[in-house]
Nanobody, 118 residues
Framework: QVQLVESGGGLVQPGGFLRLSCAASGINFRIYNMNWYRQAPGKQREFVAISTSGDNVNYADSVKDRFTISKDKAKKTVFLQMNSLKLEDTAVYYC????????????WGQGTQVTVSS
């Protein structure tokens, strides 16, 4: 069974940092791209970062040079290191596994709250 479980969210001051984790049991990283998305109150869910099945990474412009996505393949865990946090980074952050073929289902975690506030 596939399960994505996020952790590491919390309350942090502007300029601070957090590291989110996504425990991805049952996911084969060789056939899934791993993404982080976020959804702020009253806004649509938006893409944050991707680590592809081929280990390429990409970021939304709003987080580039501040956030880093990485994977520990042995531990089946995806991380999102978030530095220099801003008020506008406040959101629920979701881990997503997107199959690289159309016959593969996508999976979502339950989300973890990140609040940036002074």
């Amino acid at each position: 069974q596939v399960q994505l479980v996020e952790s590491g969210g919390g309350l942090v001051q502007p300029g601070g940092f957090l590291r989110l984790s996504c425990a991805a049991s049952g996911i084969n990283f060789r056939i899934y791209n791993m993404n982080w998305y976020r959804q702020a109150p009253g806004k649509q869910r938006e893409f944050v970062a991707i680590s592809t099945s081929g280990d390429n990474v990409n970021y939304a412009d709003s987080v580039k040079d501040r956030f880093t996505i990485s994977k520990d393949k042995a531990k089946k865990t995806v991380f999102l290191q978030m530095n220099s946090l801003k008020l506008e980074d406040t959101a629920v952050y979701y881990c997503n596994a997107a199959g690289i073929r159309e016959d593969l289902p996508d999976y979502w975690g339950q989300g973890t709250q990140v609040t940036v506030s002074s």
